[in-house]
Structures are given as C-alpha cells and as structure tokens.
C-alpha cells in the first residue's frame, strides 16, 4: 500500500493523559499536513512541514500540541494532558512540493481521539 | 476557521440525477479542490481547478470556478448510490487547505 498510513486508527483516553499519533506520508512526498476535523464540520488545519522543517503552525495549536518530523519521513503528533475538547478526527496529508503551484494532498484515514 | 461554505449543507436524490454543490471562498487562491469523505473516513481527492481555470472535468464530475465571484461549482451527473457521501471544497492560497463546511448528499437507489 502505497498512501498515507496513520496509527493508531482510534485512540481512547482519559482527560489529562498524553497521546501520540504517527503519519507515514507517501514515500517521494516533502510535505506533510496535520489537520483536525470534530463532526459535521471541515477539517482545520494544524501544522505542515517540509522535509524536516515544521513552518507553519495554526493558532489551533495550542502549547500542549507538538508536532515533529525528525528525518523528513514519518511524522507524530502528541497531544499533553488532554482534554475532552481534544476529542476529533486527526487527518494527514501529504504531497510533494515542486517549484510553482501547489498540487493535491493526500489523505490518510485518520486518528479518532476520544477523550473520556 | 474555515473558509466559506458549501451550499447546500444537504441534498437528497435518486440514482441517476444530477447532483450540483456550490462553494463559496473569500480570498485570492491559487487553486481550489473538492474532496469526498465516506462517513467517519478519510478524504479522498476528487479534482483540482487551478485560478486561471474557469472549467475542468473528470469522468463523472465537473468543476467550475468563477474567481471574480469567489465561487465554485461540483456537478455529478448520473448519480450512484455509492456517491453517499459527504463533498467538501477546499482552497489553496498559502500552501495549506482551508476547507469549507461540506455538503452531505444522499443518493438513494
């Protein structure tokens, strides 16, 4: 299978635990995209790195998120003492940076995060 | 936040109609895409229409998009049942994906 993986597929916790999500892009793939999405709504973005570069980061990112990508393959994101509000779908995406416009992105089937 | 909004939030046909989504943005872009999400599943990328584009297709789907108008347009022809789904508009303008709230379109057999 060559697309997005992402472990674990659901993730169950208690308020106030840490939790660690991973995203293996696609392998040619420079970009990766960290998007969040509670029901009945669009995902939102997070955060994006190229290669190992993380260079944007949304304002839904709060202190107790933390993204990296170390070698410019697989990336995590971890969640600290989380919270019910955390509770949503983690998305990510990949896709490979040229020079000009931007191309599409590929999604994995995501994270579930429940929060209890 | 999100960058507009997908009219209409629901829609309801039989097999064989048309199905017509709108999407509307509010900032220059440098493309725009629609993405299908299976329910509590993950999106997969169904076109990309570029800002110099006014009209692309792609097997069963056709994309417009008015950039004086800050608006796009998905048409399915011949629905199927298994186009359930939920449909979202996507936009482009500073390497990442500012998504819309969605359409959720019911094809029933």
């Known amino acids: 299978d060559t697309g997005v993986s992402q472990n674990p597929r659901h993730k169950i916790t208690k308020r106030g635990q840490n939790v660690t999500f991973r995203c293996d892009p696609i392998s040619e793939h420079n970009r990766l995209y960290w998007y969040r999405q509670t029901l009945g709504q669009g995902p939102e973005f997070l955060t994006y790195f190229q290669n190992e570069a993380q260079l944007e980061k949304s304002r839904l990112l709060s202190d107790r998120f933390s993204a990296e990508r170390p070698k410019g393959s697989f990336s995590t994101l971890e969640i600290q003492r989380t919270e019910q509000g955390d509770s949503a779908m983690y998305l990510c995406?990949?896709?490979?940076?040229?020079?000009?416009?931007?191309?599409?992105?590929?999604f994995g089937p995501g994270t579930r995060l429940t929060v209890l | 936040s999100q960058q507009g909004e997908e009219d209409p939030q629901a829609l309801s046909i039989q097999e064989g109609e048309n199905a017509t989504m709108n999407c509307s943005y509010k900032?220059?872009?440098?493309?725009l895409q629609w993405y299908r999400q299976n329910s509590g599943r993950g999106l997969v990328h169904l076109i990309l229409?570029?800002?110099?584009?006014r009209e692309k297709h792609s097997g069963r789907l056709r994309v417009t998009l008015d950039t004086s108008k800050k608006s796009s347009s998905l048409l399915i022809t011949a629905s199927r049942a298994a186009d359930t789904a939920s449909y979202f508009c996507?936009?482009?303008?500073?390497?990442?994906?500012?998504f819309g709230t969605g359409t959720r379109l019911q094809v029933f057999p």
């Open positions: 996507a936009t482009d303008n500073t390497d990442k994906l500012i």
């Open positions: 995406a990949s896709s490979f940076r040229r020079t000009g416009p931007q191309d599409e992105q590929f």
């Open positions: 229409i570029r800002s110099n584009e």
């Open positions: 900032t220059s872009i440098n493309n």
